[in-house]
């Protein structure tokens, strides 16, 4: 069996310097905005680019924080992809606002800069680049719109911590950069948590303030906050692993590298491609690829980890009726659902097991299209 994520492998390789860290806060007894949320916080907004950073409890909060924090609410637009997970929706509907969705590129499953302009109403306040999968949205030509009709800009980092775009790290080209570190992540933690990291002074300020229940100064409350801080375990852990995520970027950068090497040609698969300038990280390895769900099934059963993130897009899901969206109104984000896949990926990932990833996946795509011409 080969897994699509590995985490118990992680741990054990970290497991006598977590460990440790664990105990060193238990025994400290500073459990909430500790010693370490406050360097991770320093540490992260550092290597993010960025000046500032608040630990905040989850990726979601991050974003709906963030929104918050530039005074975004009730009858204001915010623009951004319906190919995403549903946490970027939430957070702009948690702050009273409306998802506005600009279709994808076909090449990349980011918004497609292109279309971006004209989805601009007089109530757009702020546009919301995903960074899909860890490839950097096309930042140059997002920002410029964004400064043209003074618009804010939130970046979901979720998937894309240590991301560059022309040699910046995502998260330091908007307002504010979003991040999780939900185990799964690249820099995942042992629950949930979350990061703002902004150079936008002020946006830093309210975050910071807002996720510890609206006040500057204890038990003296300037708005309705809420309790949304980063736990001080989980900043230790997290610390502990950021020491290794420049190698495990790379690592995983060399083993997508590999697959589209190991798939180049493979009749019916589309490999991921980077846009220029870009530095990937790749959170997932995610292929398009016919007759998708047979494929997948083919896979599983060979056991071979795979998933569908995600199997269908925000404007079709049940949450989103009220926005009027139909089926075919972006087709691009509905094909990507249709047929996107992605295959294990992190960074112990071994060749060994790549091979026999590719080996299988050959083998299913082989047995479906055998099906598909019988049928
Ligand atoms: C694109 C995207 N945005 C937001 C989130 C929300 O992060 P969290 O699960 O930490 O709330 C996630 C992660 O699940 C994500 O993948």
Redesign the pocket.
């Known amino acids: 069996m080969i897994p699509i994520c590995d985490l118990q492998q992680q741990y054990q390789q970290l497991k006598p310097q977590i460990d440790a860290a664990m105990q060193a806060v238990c025994a400290d007894g500073k459990y909430i905005l500790g010693p370490n949320v406050q360097a991770l916080e320093k540490e992260l907004a550092a290597y993010c680019d960025c000046a500032h950073a608040a630990g905040v409890a989850?990726?979601?909060?991050?974003?709906h924080l963030a929104l918050r924090a530039l005074r975004i609410g009730p009858g204001d637009e915010v623009i951004t992809t319906p190919f995403?997970?549903v946490?970027?929706t939430e957070?702009i509907g948690i702050v009273g606002a409306t998802p506005v969705f600009v279709d994808i590129d076909p090449q990349t499953f980011n918004m497609d800069v292109n279309k971006l302009e004209a989805a601009i109403t007089p109530r757009t306040k702020c546009i919301m680049p995903?960074h899909?999968y860890g490839q950097p949205c096309d930042m140059d030509p997002l920002m410029a719109i964004a400064k043209k009709h003074n618009l804010s800009v939130v970046e979901?980092c979720?998937?894309a911590i240590g991301a560059t775009y022309k040699g910046r790290k995502v998260g330091s080209f908007g307002d504010a950069g979003?991040i999780?570190?939900?185990p799964s992540?690249n820099l995942g933690c042992f629950g949930?948590?979350?990061m703002v990291v902004a150079n936008n002074k002020e946006v830093f300020e309210r975050v910071e303030m807002l996720r510890r229940h609206g006040g500057k100064v204890k038990y003296h409350h300037c708005e309705l906050g809420l309790n949304s801080r980063l736990d001080e375990l989980q900043a230790a852990i997290v610390r502990i692993k950021f020491q290794h995520l420049v190698d495990w970027s790379n690592a995983r950068h060399r083993h997508a590298m590999r697959y589209n090497r190991l798939l180049n040609g493979v009749t019916g698969v589309i490999t991921p491609s980077e846009i220029r300038d870009v530095r990937c990280v790749y959170h997932q390895y995610t292929i398009r690829v016919e007759n998708r769900d047979a494929v997948s099934k083919h896979l599983t059963a060979a056991g071979i980890g795979n998933m569908v993130y995600y199997p269908v897009p925000l404007h079709q899901q049940e949450v989103h009726a009220d926005l009027g969206y139909k089926l075919g109104s972006f087709p691009i984000s509905e094909e990507a659902a249709a047929h996107c896949l992605s295959l294990p990926m992190f960074p112990e990932l071994t060749e060994a097991q790549q091979d026999e990833v590719v080996a299988k996946l050959k083998d299913a795509v082989a047995a479906t299209s055998t099906l598909r011409k019988s049928a």
Request: charged share 15%; glycine share 12%.
């Open positions: 989850n990726g979601t909060d991050a974003l995403t997970f946490a970027t957070a995903v899909l979901d979720c998937q979003c999780s570190f939900f992540k949930d948590g979350g």
